[in-house]
């Protein structure tokens, strides 16, 4: 159990990650105006929470940017490589599975603790459908960042910053990222 826990911990921090356009939006949905007044407003409806975010924001960030450099970093490794002849873009199901997002955007109210504890609640199930079965594909950064997202085979997944003509056109090997369902280009 002892080697799984910084696996899992760090998948948390992934799923996390995909979570900050939301808190961004959350802050947006409170505003009344974009003005210095209704900032401070917003700010002052719990300054306690948005510091939370803020820090979450930050950590989470450069948790997925180091991860997004250690797939790169591992794919130029001797991994397993193989040839892939047909894959499926996935693009649209992780933009699909961000919709699940709105609702803490919609329902957040930032002044009352039982609202913040719903959110919680409801974003605690989503992380363990998405930390129990590796999704850490399903973040909505990585398409903010330009990379792609294909699935073939048996749920394997590529992260690629290859479009899907380029992937066929030059039938690229993908390198399997440790011993996960993770490969990349």
Do not use: C
């Amino acid at each position: 159990m002892k080697g799984r826990l910084p696996g899992t911990i760090f998948r948390w921090i992934l799923y996390i990650s995909s979570y900050i356009p939301v808190f961004i939006m959350i802050f947006l949905n409170n505003l009344n105006a974009f003005n210095s007044e209704e900032f401070l407003k917003t700010w002052n409806l719990n300054y306690n929470l948005w510091i939370i975010l803020i820090v979450i924001t930050i950590f989470s960030l450069i948790s997925l940017i180091w991860w997004l450099y250690l797939l790169k970093k591992q794919s130029k490794l001797k991994n397993k490589s193989i040839e892939v002849k047909k894959y499926e873009l996935k693009d649209s199901e992780v933009l699909n599975f961000f919709v699940t997002y709105i609702i803490p955007i919609l329902s957040l109210n930032p002044s009352k603790l039982p609202s913040i504890i719903m959110n919680l609640i409801l974003i605690i199930i989503e992380g363990i459908y998405f930390v129990r079965n590796n999704a850490v594909y399903y973040n909505i950064l990585l398409i903010a960042f330009g990379y792609h997202i294909f699935s073939f085979g048996n749920g394997n997944i590529i992260i690629t910053r290859l479009s899907k003509e380029n992937l066929i056109f030059d039938k690229k090997n993908v390198k399997q990222i440790g011993t996960t369902n993770i490969y990349y280009v």
